[in-house]
């Protein structure tokens, strides 16, 4: 891996890399959710948490648009957390951090908006299916 002169990684992230990770790392994410959800044995309380849970997705969307102000104001000089070493004043951590925010504000997202198709699922289920019980 090259360096640069401030000994950060080359290349540098880009948001496209960022924006796959963090929908791919909540697609995975979704996989607990469906076991916790069929885990649930009263109809109305795997409701009751699928509507809750849902809001994960408000969460999502709120660090979505901190990690791309972040992503803005750190300009071209984006870092991955390994590059934590070579920070060198506190407001040099806005490039990591946002990079971090966006991945998670993806993450989070995704996990939402899953935990709100589900919820819609589970409520159009007909009585005595296997995923009203």
Request: hydrophobic content about 55%.
């Amino acid at each position: 891996m090259a360096l640069d002169q401030d000994g950060v990684m080359l290349p540098r992230l880009r948001p496209a890399g960022v924006v796959r990770r963090g929908v791919i790392f909540g697609l995975l994410g979704v996989v607990p959710l469906v076991v916790v959800v069929l885990s649930i044995g009263d109809h109305s309380d795997r409701q009751d948490f699928l509507a809750v849970f849902s809001a994960v997705g408000l969460f999502g969307a709120i660090f979505l648009v901190i990690g791309a102000g972040f992503w803005w104001a750190s300009a071209q000089d984006v870092r991955r957390m390994r590059d934590w070493s070579t920070l060198k004043t506190q407001a040099d951590s806005i490039t990591i951090v946002g990079p971090l925010f966006l991945r998670s504000g993806l993450f989070l997202l995704v996990l939402g908006a899953a935990a709100l198709g589900l919820y819609h699922l589970v409520d159009a289920a007909p009585y005595g299916s296997w995923l009203y019980e």
